[in-house]
């Protein structure tokens, strides 16, 4: 008897262990999707792009620069110091934020005196790239695509999804690393 109860366990587990052929996983296609959200942001760009170029018309007494990073900026006021911010420099500086029509986000007291040291801190996208360009007492205006800042987030506070800004900030110190700089 327990003879045939391990037998019958035995050829249990070799019926029972058969080839089974796996199922294959289901394929979505999601390139519809993808081509939407590529052409979604070209027309974001090209758009945010034509609301720069109205602001720097309107402004015709100011020279507006275009940044290799995808953004505009301005001098208010530029320093004759030739040294601008390298790794690991902390930068002291304050700024303002504002909407395309000009009107106030956040301003310097809100915002407070920021230290950042270069490339060793997050901070958003386009302020990091555009501290790298200013020295010492420089004042600039920076006209950021929303790509740029807080893109498709916002900042959950005041500023909307997508949102272009001008930022307005002034450089008011530079730390080297170290002084072989």
Request: include cysteine.
């Amino acid at each position: 008897m327990k003879h045939n109860f391990l037998l019958f366990i035995v050829l249990l587990l070799l019926f029972s262990c058969g080839n089974k052929e796996a199922r294959r996983p289901i394929v979505r296609k999601t390139t519809s999707f993808i081509n939407e959200s590529v052409s979604f942001n070209k027309s974001l760009i090209a758009d945010e792009e034509k609301m720069f170029k109205v602001i720097m018309k309107r402004d015709s007494l100011s020279t507006y620069i275009a940044s290799p990073n995808g953004f505009w900026y301005k001098y208010e006021k530029k320093d004759t110091t030739k040294y601008l911010p390298k790794f690991g420099d902390e930068l002291t500086y304050t700024y303002e934020v504002y909407d395309i029509n000009n009107s106030i986000i956040y301003t310097s007291q809100e915002t407070g005196e920021q230290v950042y040291k270069v490339d060793q801190q997050e901070i958003i996208e386009g302020l990091r790239d555009g501290l790298k360009l200013m020295s010492e007492g420089d004042k600039f205006t920076f006209l950021f695509p929303s790509h740029k800042v807080f893109g498709y987030l916002g900042d959950q506070k005041k500023i909307d999804i997508n949102q272009p800004l001008i930022y307005k900030v002034q450089l008011n110190k530079i730390k080297k690393k170290n002084e072989n700089n």
